[in-house]
Antibody, heavy 119, light 113 residues
Framework: QVQLEQSGAEVKKPGASVKVSCKASGYTFIGYYLHWVRQAPGQGLEWMGWINPNTGGTNYAQRFQGRVTVTKATSISTAYMELSGLTSDDTAVYFC????????????WGQGTIVTVSS | DIVMTQSPDSLAVSLGERATINCKSSQSVLYSSNNKNYLAWYQQKVGQPPKLLIYWASSRESGVPDRFSGSASGTDFTLTISSLQAEDVAVYYCQQYYSTPYSFGQGTKLEIK
């Protein structure tokens, strides 16, 4: 079945970087954009950016520009989201989500990766 | 950037009754080329990722029960659950995907009265 499997929980110190992976299965990886969305504890959803797995092209939310990098490894159907300069405000669950080619609504989601930033 | 505002923030409805959640976008999310509103509704249960319910403001995603429906009027959007079931307890989010940065409403927490 169609699935996005994310890497495990991370604990990082302030100023460090974190890299979260998202492995796709059950569909053609290069056929669908992959988005990254985060959710701080008890808060709502925040879109961070997308990658076009076919071309490698990316689009990031302005507030993350310079701190976020989304990449892909097509041979293993995996996308990565790296966030640098971590602060306690980056403590959140990070989700990857597939954009449907029909309209780019998010029809499949990963299970989420908890990232905790603490000294 | 497009701002999405939901109302109410929380809602308690009796089983079998109708639940209505509203969402307003700060500008149009209507693509003139296909006359579609790029507005989605998601359901998020505790400890789970969001689930797509409605896309293009009123199209139901495959497998979603028909008690869920969406409608649009200009920049105002509504998600309606016609007959609330216990399993519908969740937080509901609207999202515009008309232009980046894609943005979500703040969420509406739906509970059983």
């Amino acid at each position: 079945q169609v699935q996005l499997e994310q890497s495990g929980a991370e604990v990082k110190k302030p100023g460090a970087s974190v890299k979260v992976s998202c492995k796709a299965s059950g569909y053609t990886f290069i056929g669908y954009y992959l988005h990254w969305v985060r959710q701080a504890p008890g808060q709502g959803l925040e879109w961070m950016g997308w990658i076009n797995p076919n071309t490698g092209g990316t689009n990031y939310a302005q507030r993350f520009q310079g701190r976020v990098t989304v990449t892909k490894a097509t041979s293993i159907s995996t996308a990565y989201m790296e966030l640098s300069g971590l602060t306690s405000d980056d403590t959140a669950v990070y989700f990857c989500a597939r954009g449907h080619p029909r309209d780019d609504s998010f029809d499949v989601w990963g299970q989420g990766t908890i990232v905790t930033v603490s000294s | 950037d497009i701002v999405m505002t939901q109302s109410p923030d929380s809602l308690a409805v009796s089983l079998g009754e109708r639940a209505t959640i509203n969402c307003k976008s700060s500008q149009s999310v209507l693509y003139s080329s296909n006359n579609k509103n790029y507005l989605a509704w998601y359901q998020q249960k505790v400890g789970q990722p969001p689930k797509l319910l409605i896309y293009w403001a009123s199209s139901r995603e495959s497998g979603v029960p028909d008690r869920f429906s969406g409608s649009a009027s200009g920049t105002d959007f509504t998600l309606t659950i016609s007959s609330l079931q216990a399993e519908d307890v969740a937080v509901y989010y609207c999202q515009q995907y008309y232009s980046t940065p894609y943005s979500f409403g703040q969420g509406t927490k739906l509970e059983i009265k």
